[in-house]
């Protein structure tokens, strides 16, 4: 196989009598290689009472093993080159290995190391603590972050998503080593693993590499998938700070039905509402027109967990009730009327040439066949959706769109001040 090996590359490495799905590219473009490992289940929203576990777990992951401690370990994979960092999103947490290809028997046996013995001390769980705390008091005046996560609230009320994936101080103070290990027992499990493997390796070779460690994860069990819905009625909540501008953020339901049939129109109608930046139509509206802010967006979240449209802008806080309304009758207006031929083909144009470049990195290959393998996708599914952009009519978009009024039912997270007397 090369750089040009077709994007549907999907095969079942069977380890303890499971069948590990395995998501993989040869390029040999550069001498490197790149190894993710997925556990699904081990992100924020499987958190529970327990609010922050799978960051502050992926932070503990960061340290180093037990034997080396964090700094020594991060010394000795720099020795070689070597990457290994754990993230934890929404749904997942991933460990992603990097590595020049010379050193791939290295690097597996560095990752070997941090999985079978990570540095779970309770020294090392209360300098990630004291480091999430101080970004968590950091947060307090950040008036982007706590407009984003007052809408969430409104809009996912009663849900994990409506948590903060970073936690709070008080949940983050009431995490326990206990817990931390309870948590990467049962994420760094067999049944909840999907590989991902790229570069300039023998996909074959690199699995029978990752054997030993492999054999060495539980079972586990698979997490149920959840989904959400966004809250069906407007609501709005405002938190006054001390702030010369008004931070507006601001969502709405999206019953998204199948993707494989509705991604693509979902996404144009996205693009040209308000995704686009310049040209889309509030921005057009908002700052072009009014000069009411220097930016505004909009944009419509797919995923299986959750559909909704989620925006923002910022203003002067003289502009605030303007604003709001203008973003109110500009939706309004684009679900009433639609769009024009123009606005399709600029969609069209932007779409059909932006997209093929975020495939252009092999990471970014890699990326997209993981999210849509998530998804339940063919994994060259970007190449269907091309297509059915590039065939999209007018009539077609525009019934999709009249379609969607329930994102007329706008909720807002602010941020501004209170008005002196």
Request: no cysteine; proline share 1%; glycine share 8%.
């Given at each position: 196989m090369n750089a040009n090996t077709p994007s549907d590359n999907i095969k079942f490495y069977e380890v303890n009598s499971l069948k590990i799905p395995v998501l993989y590219e040869e390029s040999s473009l550069l001498p490197i290689g790149s190894i993710q490992l997925v556990f699904i289940g081990g992100g924020s929203v499987y958190d529970g009472d327990k609010i922050g576990l799978a960051r502050l777990g992926a932070s503990i992951l960061n340290e180093g093993t037990k034997e080396l401690g964090a700094t020594k370990f991060s010394q000795a994979l720099e020795q070689k080159a070597i990457d290994i960092s754990a993230n934890a999103g929404t749904q997942t947490l991933g460990i992603t290995l990097n590595f020049l290809k010379e050193e791939q028997k290295d690097a597996i046996n560095f990752l070997h190391d941090l999985i079978q013995s990570p540095n779970l001390t309770q020294d090392t769980l209360k300098k990630v603590q004291t480091r999430t705390i101080s970004g968590l008091l950091n947060k307090k005046n950040d008036f982007d972050y706590i407009a984003r996560e007052t809408l969430m609230g409104l809009l996912f009320q009663n849900t994990p998503l409506a948590h903060p994936a970073l936690g709070t101080i008080q949940s983050v103070e009431g995490i326990g080593l206990a817990d931390i290990k309870a948590y990467i027992r049962e994420n760094l499990a067999l049944s909840r693993l999907v590989i991902i493997i790229g570069g300039d390796i023998n996909i074959d070779k690199t699995l029978a590499m990752l054997k030993p460690l492999l054999d060495t994860l539980p079972i586990g069990q698979k997490v149920s998938a959840h989904h959400y819905e966004a809250n069906p009625k407007s609501r709005e909540k405002i938190l006054y700070k001390d702030t010369q501008q008004a931070y507006i953020y601001f969502g709405s339901p999206f019953v998204m039905?199948?993707?494989?049939?509705?991604?693509?129109?979902?996404?144009?109608?996205?693009?040209?509402?308000?995704?686009?930046?310049?040209?889309?139509?509030?921005?057009?509206?908002?700052?072009?027109?009014?000069?009411?802010?220097?930016?505004?967006?909009?944009?419509?979240?797919?995923?299986?967990?959750?559909?909704?449209?989620?925006?923002?802008?910022?203003?002067?806080?003289?502009?605030?009730?303007?604003?709001?309304?203008?973003?109110?009758?500009?939706?309004?207006?684009?679900?009433?009327?639609?769009?024009?031929?123009?606005?399709?083909?600029?969609?069209?144009?932007?779409?059909?040439?932006?997209?093929p470049l975020r495939?252009?990195?092999?990471?970014?290959?890699?990326?997209?066949?993981?999210?849509?393998?998530?998804?339940?996708?063919?994994?060259?599914?970007?190449?269907?959706?091309?297509?059915?952009i590039q065939d999209l009519s007018l009539k077609e978009l525009n019934d999709y769109i009249k379609s969607h009024t329930e994102i007329k039912n706008l909720s807002f997270g602010i941020v501004s001040k209170k008005e002196g007397k």
């Open positions: 039905g199948d993707l494989k049939k509705d991604a693509y129109k979902a996404k144009v109608m996205s693009l040209i509402l308000g995704a686009n930046g310049f040209g889309s139509r509030l921005m057009e509206e908002i700052r072009v027109k009014r000069g009411l802010a220097y930016s505004a967006y909009m944009r419509v979240a797919m995923d299986n967990i959750a559909s909704y449209t989620t925006g923002y802008l910022q203003t002067e806080l003289k502009n605030q009730s303007k604003s709001i309304e203008l973003i109110k009758q500009v939706i309004d207006t684009f679900i009433q009327k639609g769009v024009t031929q123009q606005e399709l083909d600029d969609a069209k144009k932007f779409l059909l040439g932006s997209e495939n252009e990195t092999l990471s970014g290959r890699l990326y997209a066949k993981f999210h849509n393998f998530y998804l339940g996708l063919p994994l060259d599914f970007d190449q269907t959706e091309l297509k059915q």
